[in-house]
């Protein structure tokens, strides 16, 4: 069974920074893109960024461009996303989506409040 | 990054069937598969459809999908109080590169 568990949310300032994890599971991992979507509280899904199945290729929404970094470890199953000068609209459920966007995780929770 | 085209609401009730439209460009539904979920209050979207009208294992054939151009469409047949939700398609888009969402449909049972 595919399990996608985020781990890393956290309250954080304006301006400061934070790292997300995804734990991956039950599926060969180096074989699919990974992505990262976001939802604000009571608002629509926001797709974030993306990483190729080997890491050779990222792409970015307009919104987090040159601010969030996606990666991946294909040896322990895990796909990041650092984020950097985070913004108060920023502040988002976290959710790690394989490939084509067919499975999803839980989520994390990022807030950025002062 | 600019969204594709959901109705805000519909509303049906048991039994009825309705329908909730996804409009977008060439560049996504016009060229790509589009994904249909649902999202119920505090939970994670769960995919309804995808590829050509394939269903996940556990979602049942009431819920179809179907694409003309570029605009789609899903189909809930046989409405229960339960099929109470949000529900969004989402498209791979080439020109941006990127993955793009509807707004989102609420969808209530009367």
């Known amino acids: 069974e595919v399990q996608l568990v985020e781990s890393g949310g956290a309250v954080v300032q304006p301006g400061g920074s934070l790292r997300l994890n995804c734990a991956a599971s039950g599926f060969t991992f180096e074989s699919y893109a990974m992505n990262w979507v976001r939802q604000a509280r009571g608002k629509g899904l926001e797709w974030v960024a993306l990483i190729t199945w080997n890491g050779g290729k990222t792409d970015y929404a307009d919104s987090v461009r040159g601010r969030f970094t996606v990666s991946r470890d294909n040896s322990q199953d895990f796909v990041y996303l650092q984020m950097n000068s985070l913004r108060h609209e920023d502040s988002a459920l976290y959710y790690c989506?394989?490939?084509?966007?067919?499975?999803w995780g839980q989520g994390t929770q990022v807030t950025v409040s002062s | 990054q600019s969204v594709l085209s959901q109705p805000p609401s519909e509303s049906g009730t048991p039994g009825q069937w309705v329908s909730i439209s996804c409009s977008g460009s060439t560049s996504n539904i016009g060229s790509n598969n589009v994904n249909w979920y649902q999202q119920l209050p505090g939970t994670a979207p769960k995919l309804l459809v995808y590829?050509?009208?394939q269903r996940p294992s556990g979602v049942p054939d009431r819920f179809s999908a179907s694409k003309s151009g570029t605009s789609a469409s899903l189909a809930i047949s046989g409405l229960l109080s339960e099929d109470e939700a949000d529900y969004y398609c989402?498209?791979?888009?080439?020109?941006?590169?990127?993955?793009?969402f509807g707004g989102g449909t609420k969808l209530t049972v009367l």
């Open positions: 989506v394989q490939g084509s966007l067919l499975k």
């Open positions: 989402a498209a791979w888009d080439g020109s941006l590169n990127g993955w793009l």
């Open positions: 590829g050509h009208n």
